[in-house]
């Protein structure tokens, strides 16, 4: 199963502007959040509503630039799911390029448990 996002690189979304580094490229928090994003959503297809998921592991690799102003596609691939464990391989492309890849794992908690009371 998978989950596709078209995505824009715009300014906010570049290693100068986050101060992540100094090129005003696509940066790798952001690739990072779009991958997150995007699996997120498919593994929620999976649970009730008073389930989420939270991030627990990513290898990812940013290995081309991309461009304010530039479309991209992020594509979450459901690997395997075990017990509350979701594990995913993600890919973010132009069309010219491959500009990530991940293996990400999320798990699933109960809502409730990651609410923050004042």
Do not use: C
Not at 53 to 60: E, I
Not at 103 to 118: G, P, Q, S
Request: net charge neutral.
């Amino acid at each position: 199963m998978e989950r596709i996002k078209e995505k824009i690189v715009t300014q906010r979304d570049l290693a100068s502007a986050l101060k992540s580094g100094n090129a005003d490229v696509l940066s790798t928090p952001i690739v990072l959040a779009w991958m997150e994003e995007t699996a997120s959503e498919l593994a929620q297809t999976f649970l009730s509503d008073d389930e989420i998921t939270v991030g627990a592991h990513v290898t990812l690799d940013h290995l081309a630039p991309a461009w304010p102003g530039e479309k991209v596609t992020v594509v979450a691939n459901l690997v395997e799911r075990k017990d509350r464990k979701f594990s995913f391989y993600i890919e973010v492309r132009s069309a010219q390029k491959l500009i990530a890849k991940a293996n990400h794992v999320r798990v699933a908690v109960k809502r409730n448990d990651f609410k923050h009371e004042n």
